[in-house]
């Protein structure tokens, strides 16, 4: 056993784990698609609120946005401005001090050097850089200054480089130089395609330390460098105008001082040459603090803004296209930690989950669900409907007991007649044949040759043959015909209505799967609904109801299936206000012109001597509609059942049950 170690499974995903359950996702999603949203949209409202106790975008964004306005007010971007002329006007005043009282020439013309000094300070450390201070206060704080620049303009290139400088020995400069040297030479590499991850694992061994952001590789460290670059780009575009070619002048003549000025033009070019978006023009942010930042925290600070006004974007979801892949992953975890990134890559697993395990089919962008995933669906709101059925009203189940093959068993037997189709009963077939085998005293009927004997096998003849009787139900052509105007948007009855249609076929698939089922959807035009466009169906935003055309599809299927019980259910906030003319476009008027209504009376007619009664579910109160509907019922001798929309799916459902129950019985 010494041979053996046991530990954490780390060659992938646990293959003992349990297939992720994104079903539950499905069901959330259906409240809004059930509700009359599209797909993309339920997914969309899915992500933004989160899922199984991981934040969604919404509560993301809601961060970023705070994040935002506490980097805004922590402090003023001309800090380093500030501190520079500060420390400038404490070394000239300690060096007035030292002069004043020597009476001589010379400090007269000191002090009127010191007068003449330009108003821009990044010119005045110019002209004072070979100034021989006579004040030792005066030259420390004047080398605290350069010293401040050089570390604080290399901070805004080099995140970390201010504590990397705090030694004021010269090795730590050449370090720098180094460093900067061994970067070049790696980025030349790479671009003649000789660069290796070697390479970058011994420049990071030697020089880590200047790099907190700890990149992984030559690429992840290139990213760093031009989001840094970008930001100082971003902070100088912020200023005013004097402020940026103050500070600017500062900045130069702070690598100037430093010898680094010609190795970090250098290394500004190659990043160019990689990243073009670094030449591109750069907006400015603003800040609101009082705090005057240096220029290292400045950079930082718009950095991450930048980083926090992309990720804004990205979180809003809100553009053509969009997709949970455009969020910068690493941005996340800068701004808001690991937690953070998890929560991201939760709510990216499940869009992932839905597709590959077949609820979703991204068709260009597009997203639709799969049959999969509306036969879900539908059960789900079968359920809620019979839900909201009272006990006993489910009555109408429309089952025939007479002899027939497509019931279940009810476990009665009896001998096969010529012509029966009820299955075979083998045990008893069996049995049948050894009983009368038995009375022939243990003889077979008929023996290998055809004589009576003892053969070993049973012999069959045509009476030994046993059918099991099944339950026999009756198939029906059901025609459900929805209105789809937009006047069912405007009512607020869309929803109820697409709900009622999966939920017809839900139950026809799961305990009436003879029938034959069709959804006709019609407003100006009508036109076939598959069950897989129900769910992502929305309303027409067109004028007109075209029951007209709505009929004579239905009696086209009710015709392709003349040995089947006719079932026609009707759900409409509206009387007809369209017509198919015999050119096959449809005429809209309002109100309803004479023929809309002919034409429309006459498909009802035809409907009649099909001997399919039309039961109308009217979803609003209208004294015209209401005058249409009650002429279709004494003409067709249907029904009229007015339905409020919230229970429209049980009373479609339970008049179904009902007429079919009715229909099975005669």
């Known amino acids: 056993m010494s041979d053996y170690r046991y530990g954490e499974y780390d060659g992938g995903p646990d293959p003992l784990a349990e297939p992720y359950d994104v079903r539950g996702a499905l069901d959330d999603m259906g409240e809004a698609i059930l509700g009359g949203g599209t797909p993309g949209e339920a997914l969309r409202e899915l992500l933004r609120r989160g899922w199984q106790g991981r934040r969604g975008l919404d509560d993301l964004l809601r961060r970023v946005r705070e994040r935002s306005r506490e980097l805004r007010g922590r402090g003023r971007l001309s800090g380093m401005l500030e501190q520079a002329r500060a420390l400038l006007d404490t070394a000239i005043g300690q060096e007035r001090a030292e002069l004043f009282p020597d009476p001589g020439d010379e400090a007269r013309l000191r002090e009127t050097d010191l007068d003449s000094l330009p108003s821009d300070t990044a010119q005045a450390i110019r002209q004072l850089a070979d100034y021989d201070w006579r004040s030792p206060a005066a030259r420390e704080t004047f080398e605290r200054l350069r010293d401040l620049l050089r570390r604080e303009v290399l901070d805004s290139q080099f995140r970390g480089m201010k504590d990397a400088l705090t030694d004021p020995d010269p090795a730590a400069m050449q370090r720098v130089k180094d460093m ?26 030697e020089f880590g330390d200047m790099f907190p952001d700890n990149p992984g ?13 970008m930001a100082a780009e971003r902070l100088l575009a912020s200023l005013s105008d004097e402020q940026r070619e103050e500070l600017a002048g500062l900045m130069a003549q702070a690598l100037e001082d430093a010898g680094l000025a010609a190795e970090m033009a250098a290394l500004a070019d190659a990043l160019r040459t990689r990243r073009p978006e670094l030449g591109w023009p750069q907006p400015g942010v603003r800040m609101s603090g009082q705090t005057p930042l240096g220029l290292g925290d400045a950079t930082s600070a718009v950095a991450d803004l930048a980083d926090l006004a992309d990720l804004e974007n990205a979180l809003a979801q809100d553009y053509a296209g969009a997709s949970l892949d455009d969020v910068d992953e690493e941005a996340v975890r800068r701004a808001f930690g690991r937690q953070a990134v998890d929560d991201l890559e939760a709510l990216r697993r499940i869009e992932r989950e839905l597709e590959r395990q077949g609820y979703l089919t991204n068709n260009g962008g597009n997203l639709e669900l799969t049959p999969k995933a509306v036969r879900r669906l539908g059960d789900t709101a079968l359920r809620r409907v019979f839900a909201g059925l009272e006990n006993g009203r489910r009555s109408g189940d429309h089952d025939r007991h ?19 189709e009820q299955p075979i009963d083998v045990p008893g077939t069996v049995r ?14 008929h023996g290998p040759d055809g004589q009576h004997g003892t053969g070993p096998h049973v012999k069959l003849s045509a009476r030994d043959f046993v059918v099991a009787e099944t339950e026999r139900r009756s198939a029906a052509a059901v025609c459900l015909l929805v209105d789809l105007s937009y006047s069912m948007a405007l009512r607020g009855t869309w929803a109820a209505a697409k709900q009622t249609a999966l939920a017809l076929h839900a139950l026809l698939r799961s305990k009436y799967p003879q029938d034959a089922i069709q959804v006709v959807g019609f407003s100006n035009y009508a036109r076939e609904l598959r069950e897989t466009e129900l769910a992502g169906l929305g309303w027409d935003m067109v004028q007109g109801t075209n029951l007209h055309h709505a009929l004579m599809l239905a009696g086209r299927h009710l015709d392709r299936h003349p040995e089947h019980e006719p079932v026609v259910l009707i759900v409409t906030d509206g009387e ?14 309002w109100p309803p012109s004479p023929e809309t209504i002919e034409l429309t009376l006459a498909e009802v007619d035809k409907m009649t001597r099909r001997h399919a009664a039309l039961n109308i579910f009217m979803l609003a109160d209208d004294d015209r509609l209401s005058a249409f509907v009650d002429n279709v019922a004494r003409r067709n ?16 459902v339970n008049d179904f049950l009902r007429t079919r129950g009715a229909r099975s019985q005669r």
């Open 180 to 205: 900067l040297a061994g970067l070049r030479a790696m980025l030349d590499a790479d671009g003649r395609g000789e660069h290796t991850q070697q390479d970058f694992e011994r420049f990071m061994a």
């Open 217 to 229: 590789n030559l690429e992840e460290l290139v990213d760093s460098l031009v989001r840094r670059m």
């Open 402 to 420: 007479d002899a027939g093959q497509a019931g279940d068993m009810t476990g009665v037997t009896r001998e096969w007649e010529f012509g029966d």
């Open 432 to 445: 049948t044949a050894l009983l009368r085998g038995a009375g022939l005293g243990g003889r077979s009927p």
């Open 576 to 589: 007809p206000t369209a017509h198919l003319q015999r050119d096959g476009r449809p005429w809209f008027d």
């Open 637 to 652: 001798g249907g029904r009229v059942l007015r339905a409020a929309p919230e229970h429209l799916g049980e009373y479609v």
